[in-house]
């Protein structure tokens, strides 16, 4: 798993501009499954048909690949290159990072001098590449370009990772790594592998991906807040406690089914798993459970900690339980 969060992570797919990141995935999905396809919006739609076994109809399992970033929006004439955001920004985690641009242009991300950090807004920011006129930025980015924090992974300690952009290549991990495994044994159902588009700037992509599968039911894997960060608000989930069955976000109210069948899925094959209760954030389950006429919708949530930061932090462990479990609930 870490070998593959590396691949993932070091291939950029800002919201809006995932074709490369697609491509990467692409690439990985083709030798495990039997279709692959490409909607209007970016999505990867990758099918895996059934055995035709005792279990029939469809399983959509979905992951975000879309990534948090900027584009440029102007060019001063220092060379300087002012951003706008793209998904939701914490400029105070963000500042003073090392960003690259999709064309390999690579920047830092600096507030302007003597701005308080109580003023850091998008506005007070820009991305110095080397640059000291217009002129010479302009021929290394155009307005329009987008970047992101550097992508990477590290180990921390036996068992942890830290890096990004973790939110939401882990999920993606574990859609291929249960890909991998359904090639060994195919499950019953047709199960289709969505890397969505979008998350990170209103849930667009899924929603659209449900309504062209019509799937039997859905589950989105994503990060989530745990309770064991520093300083949390109390908060069951923790790093180490294996996959997080979503009951519900500020949102989505999960199709409780779908609750009680991840969990048997779990128990029945010696999973650790754990229940999730977000208070503030939501996923693409919000998306896919209101398409069409509706969608017997659940999640499973990767615990994470410093979620939206340059040092995101999970365990290899708990991405190991989310993967066991997509694979256990296709077979059940």
Not at 6 to 18: D, H
Not at 249 to 259: E, F, L, P
Not at 302 to 319: K, N, T
Request: charged share 25%; aromatic share 6%.
């Amino acid at each position: 798993m870490y070998q593959l969060l590396k691949k993932l992570t070091g291939v950029q797919g800002t919201s809006g501009s995932e074709k490369n990141i697609a491509a990467t995935i692409r690439g990985m999905m083709e030798p495990r499954c039997d279709e692959i396809k490409t909607d209007a919006l970016g999505n990867l739609i990758c099918l895996k048909k059934g055995s035709g076994g005792k279990i029939a109809g469809k399983i959509m399992l979905c992951a975000h690949m879309d990534e948090i970033g900027f584009v440029a929006t102007f060019i001063e004439k220092d060379g300087l290159i002012r951003i706008a955001t793209v998904g939701g920004i914490s400029f105070q985690a963000a500042a003073f990072s090392e960003v690259v641009f999709e064309n390999g242009v690579r920047g830092v991300l600096v507030p302007d001098s003597e701005v308080p950090v109580s003023d850091w807004k998008a506005d007070k920011f820009g991305v110095d590449i080397g640059a000291s006129t217009a002129a010479e930025a302009g021929r290394r980015v155009k307005l329009g370009d987008r970047c992101a924090l550097a992508g990477r992974v590290f180990r921390l300690g036996a068992h942890r990772v830290a890096g990004r952009p973790l939110d939401n290549r882990a999920g993606c991990a574990v859609l291929i790594d249960a890909a991998r495994r359904m090639s060994e044994k195919r499950p019953s159902a047709d199960v289709y592998f969505v890397f969505s588009v979008q998350e990170e700037v209103g849930l667009r992509g899924a929603g659209p991906a449900a309504f062209g599968i019509a799937p039997d039911v859905a589950v989105i894997f994503d990060v989530t807040r745990t309770g064991d960060t520093h300083g949390a608000k109390p908060m069951a989930v923790k790093l180490g406690g294996g996959a997080a069955v979503k009951i519900r976000d500020s949102s989505v109210i999960c199709d409780a089914g779908t609750v009680e069948r991840l969990a048997a899925a779990a128990t029945e094959n010696g999973i650790p798993f754990q229940y999730e209760v977000l208070v503030s954030g939501g996923t693409d389950t919000a998306a896919v459970q209101v398409s069409r006429g509706g969608v017997l919708a659940g999640a499973v949530s990767i615990p994470e900690r410093y979620i939206h930061s340059g040092v995101e932090v999970i365990d290899l462990r708990d991405l190991s339980a989310c993967a066991d479990l997509a694979v256990a609930f296709a077979g059940k």
